[in-house]
């Protein structure tokens, strides 16, 4: 029912930025939840930033003060401004999506490279 894609990926240099970019599509329930998850090869996917319904926000101890997300609820968009990336940044990041009316949805995903 909700599609999801993500976009914005690619290769940076360490220290760089770059801003990732995510929409929903197909639902118009109005009280959602949008974040961003990351996964390396052989390793679990893990939280990077959420932003729920509320307004909050939430990060991964290893990005706060460097990552920001955001949102724009009219276009069901949420955003990851990311700053000072370090190779250890480099994975694959997913959206996610997530509302009590339609259920829990995945994008399929944009690689960040952080390489010298």
């Known amino acids: 029912q909700v599609q999801v894609v993500e976009s914005g990926g690619g290769w940076v240099r360490p220290g760089g930025s770059l801003r990732l970019s995510c929409a929903a599509s197909?639902?118009?329930?109005?009280?959602?939840?949008m974040g961003w998850y990351r996964q390396v090869p052989g390793k679990r996917r893990e939280l990077v930033a959420v932003?729920?319904?509320?307004?909050?926000?939430h990060y991964a101890d290893s990005v706060k003060g460097r990552f920001t997300v955001s949102r724009e609820n009219a276009k069901k968009m949420v955003f990851l401004q990311m700053n000072s990336l370090k190779p250890e940044d480099t994975a694959t990041y997913y959206c996610?999506?997530?509302?009590?009316?339609?259920?829990?949805?995945w994008g399929q995903g944009t690689q960040v490279t952080v390489s010298s």
């Open positions: 996610n999506y997530y509302s009590d009316f339609d259920g829990s949805y």
């Open positions: 932003m729920p319904s509320d307004g909050t926000t």
């Open positions: 197909g639902s118009d329930f109005e009280i959602f939840d």
